[in-house]
C-alpha cells in the first residue's frame, strides 16, 4: 500500500499561487534588492512578448512540476508490505555485575585454565545474553559507585559489548550493593510490574554506597522488581605462603544471609555460584524461572521511495540550468562574431 508518511505536508502544494496572488508585486526595481538571476531570467521568459503561446506557458508548467516533486518528497512516500507477524518476549531483565577490586581473585577456571571471577562472570554470562533472543536486556556495573553501562534494550550486541568492556577497578575498589539495587529500580519501575527482573551478582558484602542492601530491597518489592542474587567465588584457593602452598577461602566475606533477604523479600531466588560450571547451571536455571512469555506483534515493512521525486525535481532543474547555460554561450559567441 502507497501512504505517505507526513501528509500534512501536501497542504504546501498551493503555497506558491497563494504568494503570487496575496502578496503586491514590486513596483519599482531596487538596487538594493538581491538579484537572483534564475528568477530574473523567468521573467525575461515571461515577459517576452515574441515567444509563442506554448513557449510563455513551459516555466510555468516545469516550475510548477519541479514545486509538486519537492513537496511530495517531504511529505515522505513510501510503500507498506503486507502486515508480519512475530513474537516478543515481555520480560525486562536488569544484570547487576560487582567489579569491585575482589573480582580479581584468580579463583575461578575453564578448560584448565586459570580466570579471574571477572572475565569467568564475562563468558558466563555471554552465554545467557545470546540465550536470551526477545528479551529486554540492560546492565549495571558497580564498586564503590553503581552506572548504568547499557540501558534497556533489545540489542544484545549492545549488551554483550557493555559487559566485555567492563573491567575490575572501574567503579572503585569497594561494593555498592545497595546503590546497584536502587539504580535498578529507577530503571525498572516504569515497565510493567510482572515483567521487572533483576540478577545481582557479588562475591562480596556491600561496604560503599548510599543505600543499604536491605533498603534497597524493600524500595524494589514495593516496585514488584523480582530480584535473582547470585553469591559468586570460590570456597577453596591454593596460595604461595612462607612454608609453601596453603589453603584459603577467598569468599569469606561473602553475605550470604543479606543476598537471601534480597532474594526473599523480592520473591526472587539466591543462588551460590562456586565455579564456572555451577554459574552456567544458575543462569539455566534463571531461564527456566523467568520464560519467554510469547507475545504477538505485528510489523509492517516500510520502503522509502522520497529519493524518486526528489531525483527526478533535481534532474528538471539540472537540465534548465543547463539549456539556459548553452543558450548563454550560444548568444554571447554570436554578438562577438
Known amino acids: 500500500m502507497f501512504v505517505f508518511a507526513a501528509p500534512w505536508i501536501l497542504f504546501f502544494l498551493p503555497l506558491p499561487v497563494l504568494i503570487w496572488l496575496f502578496l503586491p508585486a514590486t513596483r519599482k526595481p531596487s538596487e538594493s534588492v538581491l538579484k537572483a538571476p534564475f528568477l530574473i531570467y523567468m521573467k525575461e521568459m515571461l515577459d517576452t512578448q515574441t515567444v509563442s503561446v506554448k513557449r510563455h506557458i513551459r516555466p510555468y508548467c516545469l516550475a510548477a512540476l519541479i514545486w509538486l516533486l519537492l513537496v511530495c518528497a517531504a511529505a515522505g512516500p513510501q510503500w507498506l508490505g503486507s502486515p508480519l507477524s512475530f513474537s516478543r518476549h515481555g520480560r525486562n531483565i536488569m544484570l547487576a555485575v560487582d567489579i569491585s577490586g575482589s573480582m580479581r581473585i584468580p579463583d575461578m577456571s575453564i578448560h584448565g585454565q586459570s580466570l579471574s571471577r571477572l572475565e569467568a562472570v564475562q563468558l558466563i554470562g555471554k552465554q545467557f545474553i545470546e540465550k536470551r533472543i526477545d528479551a529486554r536486556l540492560g546492565l549495571i556495573l558497580f564498586g564503590t559507585k553503581a552506572y548504568l553501562q547499557t540501558p534497556l534494550t533489545f540489542d544484545r550486541k549492545t549488551v554483550l559489548y557493555g559487559l566485555e568492556d567492563s573491567s575490575i577497578g572501574l567503579a572503585g575498589e569497594l561494593s555498592a550493593v545497595g546503590d546497584a539495587i536502587a539504580l535498578a529500580v529507577k530503571h525498572l519501575k516504569d515497565f510493567p510490574d510482572y515483567n521487572r527482573v533483576l540478577i545481582l551478582l557479588t562475591d562480596g558484602a556491600s561496604n560503599s554506597g548510599q543505600f543499604s542492601p536491605l533498603e534497597a530491597a524493600n524500595l524494589a518489592a514495593q516496585y514488584r522488581i523480582k530480584i535473582y542474587t547470585i553469591g559468586f ?33 523480592t520473591g526472587g531466588d539466591y543462588f551460590r555460584a562456586k565455579d564456572t560450571a555451577s554459574l552456567n547451571q544458575i543462569y539455566d536455571q534463571i531461564n527456566q524461572l523467568e520464560p519467554i512469555a510469547q507475545g504477538k506483534i505485528e510489523y509492517r515493512p516500510q520502503k522509502a521511495l522520497y529519493p524518486w521525486p526528489l531525483g527526478l525535481a533535481f534532474l528538471i532543474a539540472f537540465l534548465l540550468l543547463l539549456k539556459r547555460t548553452l543558450s548563454l554561450i550560444k548568444n554571447h559567441a554570436g554578438g562577438s562574431q
Open 233 to 265: 567465588g570460590s570456597d577453596n584457593l591454593m596460595v604461595p605462603s612462607a612454608f609453601g602452598v596453603r589453603a584459603v577461602n577467598p569468599s569469606a566475606d561473602l553475605d550470604e544471609p543479606t543476598l537471601k533477604f534480597i532474594a526473599s523479600t
